[in-house]
Structure formats: structure tokens, C-alpha cells
């Protein structure tokens, strides 16, 4: 069992209902000091969602923001831009767990499989 999952497990189940706003700040700023494993992330901002274009500048804005925080991020797709969401991640020090996202449209679960090999080879997976 690793170190990290011994200091994560004892927050699984706690009652935060006693605590005051001020103490659940701290004890978010504390985990986050440390850093999470990973998270979900998401490029989008408000306004756009899957069908959207992503560009290489706005998920380096994004990645801003939570690269302090965390050592790992996880992407749901290797089309529409996210496909650079693994090379930039690498660019700011992060570890990628890579996602392609399928569905009944044949050819485009082809173009997200050729992307997420490529990804893969370019060693950004």
C-alpha cells in the first residue's frame, strides 16, 4: 500500500458537518499543498463543451491554474484539440492518463484512436 493512499484513506467517510468553514479551508489547503494524485480535468471554459475546438493556449491557461495542485490529469478524448492536452501537460511537468471517447460513429472513434496512438508514440501518454 502506498504512502500517499495511507494519508488520503482516514478523509474517506468523515463528517464534515461539524466542522466550521474555516477549518474545512485548512484542511483543503492542506491537501492541496501536498498535492492531489490526479484529477478529471476538463479544457472547457463556460460556454463550450465537446464539438468545440479546442487551441494549445487555452489548455495551457487552464493547466495554469491547477499544475500547482496536482501531479497527474485524466482526458476523455484525442479529438477536437484535446489530443494536445497530453504533450502540453508534459510540457508543465504533469503525468497524463489518456482517454479516447467512443461511441456509435465508426469513423470517428477511428480518428480518436489514430490520435491517441500518436499521442502514445510522441511519448506524451
Not at 484529477?39 to 495551457?60: H, K, M
Not at 484535446?82 to 497524463?96: D, F, H, M, R, V
Request: aromatic letters at 6%; one cysteine or more; hydrophobic letters at 35%.
Amino acid at each position: 500500500m502506498s504512502r500517499h493512499y495511507k494519508r488520503t484513506v482516514p478523509l474517506a467517510g468523515m463528517d464534515f458537518s461539524q466542522h466550521s468553514i474555516e477549518d474545512l479551508r485548512a484542511l483543503v489547503r492542506k491537501i492541496l499543498d501536498g498535492k492531489v494524485h490526479g484529477i478529471s480535468f476538463s479544457p472547457y471554459v463556460e460556454g463550450q463543451g465537446p464539438g468545440t475546438q479546442l487551441e494549445a493556449d487555452q489548455i495551457r491557461q487552464r493547466l495554469d491554474i491547477i499544475k500547482p495542485y496536482v501531479h497527474w490529469i485524466r482526458s476523455f478524448s484525442c479529438t477536437e484539440g484535446n489530443e494536445l492536452i497530453p504533450g502540453i501537460a508534459k510540457e508543465n511537468g504533469l503525468k497524463t492518463l489518456v482517454g479516447v471517447w467512443l461511441d456509435d460513429d465508426l469513423e470517428h472513434n477511428e480518428l480518436e484512436i489514430t490520435n491517441a496512438i500518436e499521442v502514445a508514440k510522441a511519448g506524451h501518454a
